[in-house]
Structures are given as structure tokens and as C-alpha cells.
């Protein structure tokens, strides 16, 4: 494609970008991130035991529950493991982030 032709049709193309980025439908195949309910964890390790991508840090003690969403392959066994169902595997995309370890919740 000549130049021209290419410069021509990207004229006439709506903009790549939108303004409000959490207005744009999760697509059907996203397979979601892990949220948990604090009131419901009873603090038993179970999910970081079974997670085999390490994105699960539970500290018993300090009730401390961490999760690194860009270590999580949405495997769902946190979700399955869990006795109190206090993990939920939900449709919600994260935020973009600039810094990696921003990404920890
Ligand atoms: S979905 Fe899988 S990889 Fe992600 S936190 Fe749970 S067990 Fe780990
Ligand atoms: S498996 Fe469930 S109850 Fe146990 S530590 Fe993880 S979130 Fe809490």
C-alpha cells in the first residue's frame, strides 16, 4: 500500500484510543483476577500453598493477604481451595499500573 493511500485511510479510521478506558466491554473470554473478602478468610494458608505461581502471600499472624496479579495465571485453584469461599475469581480488570509491583493488592 502506497503511502498516500495509508496516510488517507488512517484519516478516515476513528481514533485507537478512548477516553474513558473502563467504559470498553470486558471481553467474554477474559478469564478475570482473584479478589478476596477479608471477612470471610480464616487464614489457613490453603490458597498459597496451592497456588503454582506463587501470586499468593498469606501471613497468619499479621492477617496479611497479598496478591501479585501479574504472577496469576487465573488458574482458579485458589478459588477451588478455599473453605469459606473467601476468594471469588471475578470478571473486573485491573487497572493498568505504570510500576510492576504496583500490580501486588
Ligand atoms: S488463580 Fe491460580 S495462579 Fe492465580 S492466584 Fe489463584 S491459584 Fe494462583
Ligand atoms: S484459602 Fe481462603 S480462608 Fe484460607 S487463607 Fe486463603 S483466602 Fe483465607
Given at each position: 500500500?502506497?503511502?498516500?493511500?495509508?496516510?488517507?485511510?488512517?484519516?478516515?479510521?476513528?481514533?485507537?484510543?478512548?477516553?474513558?478506558?473502563?467504559?470498553?466491554?470486558?471481553?467474554?473470554?477474559?478469564?478475570g483476577t482473584v479478589?478476596?473478602?477479608?471477612?470471610?478468610?480464616?487464614?489457613?494458608?490453603?490458597?498459597?500453598?496451592?497456588?503454582?505461581?506463587?501470586?499468593?502471600?498469606?501471613?497468619?499472624?499479621?492477617?496479611?493477604?497479598?496478591?501479585?496479579?501479574?504472577?496469576?495465571?487465573?488458574?482458579?485453584?485458589?478459588?477451588?481451595?478455599?473453605?469459606?469461599?473467601?476468594?471469588?475469581?471475578?470478571?473486573?480488570?485491573r487497572?493498568?499500573?505504570?510500576?510492576?509491583?504496583?500490580?501486588?493488592?
Amino acid at each position: 500500500m502506497g503511502l498516500v493511500k495509508y496516510a488517507l485511510k488512517n484519516l478516515l479510521r476513528r481514533p485507537a484510543t478512548v477516553e474513558d478506558p473502563a467504559a470498553i466491554p470486558v471481553p467474554d473470554d477474559y478469564r478475570g483476577t482473584v479478589f478476596m473478602h477479608r471477612d470471610e478468610c480464616i487464614w489457613c494458608l490453603r490458597c498459597m500453598k496451592a497456588c503454582p505461581a506463587n501470586s499468593i502471600i498469606v501471613d497468619r499472624e499479621k492477617e496479611v493477604f497479598v496478591y501479585k496479579y501479574m504472577k496469576c495465571i487465573t488458574c482458579g485453584i485458589c478459588e477451588d481451595v478455599c473453605p469459606t469461599d473467601a476468594i471469588e475469581i471475578l470478571p473486573v480488570p485491573r487497572e493498568a499500573k505504570y510500576k510492576r509491583e504496583w500490580l501486588e493488592y
